[in-house]
């Protein structure tokens, strides 16, 4: 097993004349707002088991050792687990980086072929009749959701007859794998997955329209489908359009694939995806509103679906617009333009988080050519489900955004919102009623899932992860790795006490805030120099396997005012913590457990090619202890659900069973690695 290094970034930042206030932390210390401060740092907790907010570990499936969507969803979709994994790459310690390649793998694994069927039969079972199972997908074909040993290809929600192969989705499971390969830099898994890579373009680039460079699809195969309906067709049928989202969402890839390439040196895939990468980023202006935002999609006759103004079509669609600013697919100068105009339109933001679009859809394929009526109730109303409703997968990317343009205030309000409903452990998917979520169609009316008043979803990680990833704007390239210090101007100083993912290097980082311009930056004290004042470049090769890097930034911030107190119960520094924690404060049927991993981390931590199984056992324990601690934890009166006793020991419930999955999934894995060395 490579042992994999890691690169931390500790930085400080001071603004003249501001009064600081000193903060330490767990995860982080700094100086200046200690609301910023201390939202950053209960963000990191999310990361790791603990008693004041939900972890990562709560998403842990043991049957089959990867993430769950969870909160009652029994697989793993690219669309709701994108904005986590995207926002986590960089920073998210083993064994959750290892697992969250295991959770990705289940697309990969399953990948289409042409051949295969979604759901394989197997000897001796009932023959799977169920149509979306029988599904074959064309090669390279990734899709919805997916499990060890089966898939769903197409959205499948809806009228699944009707759908088109899930374009998009393959697009952004293309980003995220290109992202997790160049940050982890493993030549062999490298050379292991870009093969499936290449055959996901391919399978993209078939649907390519020659005349415009651009991706003629049906509906349903956007990211968060099935809210794009295609092209309603004279006889009453649903044709093809250009959907802007594939556009989007592809480029993101190309550009990361090309870095692989770079860093394999492969001349004549370089060449090839050159040549993919022009003329994609070529054809962005045909997707683009006059204000110069992203539609949509665009007719084949010219009808252009989602410009703000028209008769007809005429909304603002989010979520393409934040992955275009996020992903950096778009320069500056249209940041800007797209930033403006969801600034300038409050009815896609109502409480905090980015709609799906606003106002209405009137392009569905379950009721075309109008916004309300028979066809538009239920889910598919204005502000419930993809129509108008607000996702917290696509909100890491828009608070992504948010701190590309250096518009802290939106960071704030929108992780803070989030906070409130992690601290009420509902954190829903998706939320409704246009965000403010008062009634949820899940998860209080119950018309799919019945819950126990708590819910812990995939897709809601992505606020605190993009919280984190925010802060210096992470861009990966072949040879190097780019920060853009983000630090919210009421911080005078910051500094990260958990490392930051970079190949097999180990680097500690440090530095001080006066703005967005770069002044020094050291490694290991010595002054380097700097090409750019507004990029950090880290070049891999000149970086030492150890090192201290410390950065300072002047030039000023605007004034930045929080508009909101920060959700203090429960604090994540509150928890008391017993250092001397023993098996026998546990429950009967916790104690053995406990005490087993207590030995296996022992003889692990001595084992130099157990890494990975060793930080597994080490962030089992700490759910254990999570559990402990949170019995003594005041959960407070609620947020926005009231918290009253039940809802407590349904929490409490909870951390339990994330422990004692722990502890089965490490029972699994000693019992592979016993297999596997015999």
């Not at 310690?93 to 990969?108: A, G, K, R, V």
């Not at 992860?465 to 853009?484: H, N, P, Q, V």
Request: overall charge neutral.
């Amino acid at each position: 097993m490579i042992k994999r290094l890691f690169f931390v970034v500790a930085i400080v930042l001071i603004l003249p004349g501001l009064t600081a206030e000193k903060y330490s932390g767990k995860y982080i210390d700094g100086e200046g707002d200690a609301r910023f401060l201390k939202l950053i740092d209960e963000s990191f907790a999310f990361f790791h088991p603990n008693a004041a907010v939900p972890s990562v570990a709560m998403l842990y499936e043991p049957k089959w050792d990867t993430f769950l969507e969870s909160g009652g969803w029994n697989a793993w979709w690219i669309q709701n687990g994108y904005g986590f994994s995207y926002a986590a790459t960089p920073f998210i310690q083993e064994p959750w980086f290892s697992l969250l390649q295991q959770s990705w793998d289940m697309f990969w694994n399953n990948q289409g072929d042409g051949k295969r069927a979604g759901k394989i039969d197997k000897p001796g079972q009932p023959r799977n009749t169920e149509a979306i199972y029988a599904l074959v997908a064309p090669d390279g074909s990734l899709g919805d959701c997916s499990g060890p040993e089966d898939i769903i290809y197409k959205q499948g929600d809806g009228d699944v007859s009707m759908h088109e192969w899930f374009y998009e989705a393959t697009a952004a499971g293309l980003v995220m794998q290109a992202e997790i390969l160049l940050a982890n830099r493993d030549q062999k898994a490298i050379a292991y997955y870009l093969p499936k890579m290449e055959r996901a373009c391919n399978f993209i680039e078939k649907v390519r329209d020659p005349k415009n460079n651009l991706f003629l699809v049906g509906p349903a195969c956007n990211l968060l489908a099935p809210s794009y309906g295609g092209v309603k067709m004279p006889d009453g049928t649903f044709g093809k359009g250009y959907l802007a989202g594939v556009t989007v969402t592809y480029l993101a890839a190309l550009d990361r694939m090309l870095e692989i390439y770079r860093m394999t040196g492969n001349a004549e895939m370089i060449a090839l995806f050159e040549k993919r990468q022009a003329i994609t980023r070529k054809s962005l202006p045909l997707l683009q509103a006059p204000a110069g935002y992203f539609v949509k999609s665009v007719e084949p006759g010219g009808i252009k679906h989602g410009v703000l103004g028209q008769k007809e079509f005429g909304y603002l669609e989010g979520v393409v617009n934040a992955d275009a600013v996020a992903m950096r697919v778009v320069d500056d100068q249209t940041a800007e333009k797209i930033y403006n105009q969801i600034a300038a339109f409050p009815e896609i933001r109502p409480f905090d988080y980015l709609l799906t679009n606003a106002p209405g859809l009137d392009d569905t394929y379950w009721s075309w050519g109008k916004t309300t009526g028979p066809g538009m109730d239920g889910i598919k109303e204005f502000g419930c489900w993809v129509n108008g409703g607000a996702w917290t997968t696509v909100e890491g990317r828009a608070i992504l955004m948010y701190y590309r343009m250096g518009k802290f205030e939106d960071v704030y309000r929108s992780a803070t919102r989030a906070m409130k409903w992690s601290k009420d452990f509902r954190m829903d998917q998706p939320f409704t009623q246009r965000g403010e979520n008062t009634a949820n169609n899940w998860y209080d009316k119950g018309q799919w899932l019945h819950g126990d008043g708590v819910a812990v979803m995939a897709d809601n990680f992505a606020i605190p992860a993009a919280t984190i990833r925010g802060l210096f704007d992470y861009e990966y390239k072949s040879d190097r790795l780019i920060l853009r210090p983000r630090i919210p101007g009421s911080i005078t100083r910051y500094s990260q006490k958990e490392p930051i993912r970079f190949g097999d290097k180990k680097i500690w980082l440090s530095c001080r805030n006066g703005g967005p311009r770069i002044k020094e930056v050291k490694i290991d004290g010595k002054t380097i120099k700097t090409d750019s004042g507004d990029e950090v470049v880290l070049y891999y090769d000149k970086l030492p396997k150890e090192a201290r890097v410390e950065i300072i930034t002047e030039e000023g911030w605007e004034k930045l005012e929080l508009s909101s107190a920060y959700p203090e119960i429960p604090a994540l520094a509150a928890v008391k913590t017993d250092k001397k924690f023993r098996a026998e404060s546990l429950p009967d049927s916790m104690q053995k457990p406990y005490s087993a991993l207590i030995e296996a981390e022992k003889l692990l931590a001595k084992d130099p090619g157990a890494t990975v199984h060793h930080a597994f056992v080490v962030e089992a324990l700490a759910s254990f202890r999570a559990y402990q601690e949170r019995i003594g934890v005041d959960p407070g009166p609620g947020y926005f659900r009231a918290i009253d006793q039940a809802r407590k020991e349904n929490m409490l419930k909870l951390y339990a069973r994330t422990a004692m999955g722990q502890y089965r999934g490490f029972e699994k894995r000693m019992e592979n690695r016993s297999l596997q060395k015999n």
